[in-house]
């Protein structure tokens, strides 16, 4: 289980650095926001969470992220995204990493 934990981690953050992202975050494999917005962005794209960036804008203001943090952050996940879509298994992701934190982030939105 743990071998499956780090080749998924080794797969996600494959190439973050050198991907020109604009936040810190992005470049920091071991980084839970990144991930956090990675998870928007997946379950937004593939259609796991249709409410994906309305969950994000509630909880935004409760997790203390600026509006202008959010967005780069937002843009990084994206460029992330762009870079996997024809590589990575987003429904082994969303299903093993990103599901029930983005339920956490539904309940905690309110």
Not at 5 to 33: M, Q, R, W
Not at 59 to 66: A, C, E, L, N, Y
Not at 89 to 99: P, T
């Amino acid at each position: 289980m743990i071998r499956i934990i780090l080749l998924t981690s080794l797969l996600l953050f494959s190439g973050l650095v050198h991907a020109g992202y604009k936040t810190p975050e992005f470049n920091d494999p071991n980084s839970s926001i990144a991930m956090m917005y990675m998870c928007i962005v997946v379950g937004d794209k593939q259609g796991y969470a249709k409410d994906a960036l309305f969950v994000l804008a509630k909880v935004r203001p409760k997790i203390g992220i600026s509006i202008k943090k959010s967005g780069d952050l937002l843009n990084d996940a994206y460029i992330w995204y762009d870079i996997k879509e024809n590589s990575m298994d987003f429904e082994g992701l969303w299903y093993d990493l990103c599901e029930t934190p983005i339920d956490n982030l539904r309940r905690m939105g309110g």
